[in-house]
Structures are given as structure tokens and as C-alpha cells.
């Protein structure tokens, strides 16, 4: 019995981690002309007030994704709940409650108490 409540701690534990998944390119590299008129590689993010993003740099989306400006475009990867939303569902007689970009699971009939 220790054993398998140990086992279940660890999943959950597991499914807390800001672990990376749902990755893909958002856009493609583009190019402006600076002040100096030199050509200069950047990305825009998707978000609803749109960042340019320098060739190279990283970011942290306030949409929960970890992006990079690269050579090919702008790469992101889900973090938190956008790393696993296509895929998790609250055990039996929880609910899934989302703070940023982190989740967690709480009983249906008392939210004070965790799921595990």
C-alpha cells in the first residue's frame, strides 16, 4: 500500500514540473533596417500585444510558452499546463483549477482538499 501511494505522489509530483512539450515554430525570422541602416533578424510573438523578439534571445511568453528567436523563425515550447493541455484530464472526482501556467487538482465536493 506504501508503495502504490508513494507511486502516485511521484505522478503528481512528475506532472507539477514545468516540463517542456507542445513545441513548435509561431512565426517566421524577419528583418528590419536599424537606425544605422543595417539589416537586423527579429521574431514576433503571437500574443495579444505582440513582442519583436531579437535573433537569438529567448523569452517566456505571459501565454506559457518558452520561445526562441532563430534562424528558421520563432520556435516555442509549452510550459506548465500548455506543455501537457492536450493530454491531461483531472482523475475521478477532481477538477483541474489553473493559476498562470501552472495547474493543479482539488476534490469536486471540497476545493481545500488535493487530489493525489
Same mark, same amino acid.
Given at each position: $500500500? =506504501?508503495?502504490?501511494?508513494?507511486? &502516485?505522489?511521484? $505522478?503528481?509530483? $512528475?506532472?507539477?514540473?514545468?516540463?517542456?512539450?507542445? #513545441? +513548435?515554430? =509561431?512565426?517566421?525570422?524577419?528583418?528590419?533596417?536599424?537606425? !544605422? +541602416?543595417?539589416?537586423?533578424?527579429? #521574431? $514576433? !510573438? *503571437?500574443? &495579444?500585444?505582440?513582442?519583436?523578439?531579437?535573433?537569438?534571445?529567448? &523569452? /517566456?511568453? =505571459? *501565454?506559457?510558452?518558452?520561445?526562441?528567436? !532563430?534562424?528558421? +523563425?520563432?520556435?516555442?515550447?509549452?510550459?506548465?499546463? /500548455?506543455?501537457?493541455? *492536450?493530454? &491531461?484530464?483531472?482523475?475521478?472526482?477532481?477538477? %483541474?483549477? %489553473?493559476?498562470?501556467? *501552472?495547474?493543479?487538482?482539488? /476534490?469536486?465536493?471540497?476545493?481545500?482538499?488535493?487530489?493525489?
Amino acid at each position: $500500500m =506504501k508503495l502504490v501511494l508513494f507511486t &502516485i505522489v511521484c $505522478m503528481v509530483q $512528475m506532472l507539477m514540473i514545468n516540463c517542456y512539450h507542445n #513545441c +513548435g515554430f =509561431k512565426g517566421p525570422l524577419q528583418w528590419r533596417q536599424t537606425v !544605422t +541602416g543595417q539589416s537586423e533578424g527579429y #521574431c $514576433m !510573438t *503571437d500574443e &495579444i500585444r505582440p513582442r519583436a523578439v531579437q535573433l537569438g534571445s529567448d &523569452i /517566456k511568453t =505571459k *501565454d506559457c510558452f518558452n520561445c526562441q528567436c !532563430t534562424n528558421s +523563425g520563432l520556435y516555442c515550447c509549452g510550459i506548465g499546463i /500548455k506543455a501537457v493541455e *492536450d493530454s &491531461i484530464s483531472p482523475p475521478e472526482g477532481c477538477q %483541474i483549477f %489553473i493559476t498562470g501556467c *501552472d495547474y493543479y487538482f482539488r /476534490k469536486l465536493y471540497d476545493v481545500n482538499v488535493p487530489c493525489y
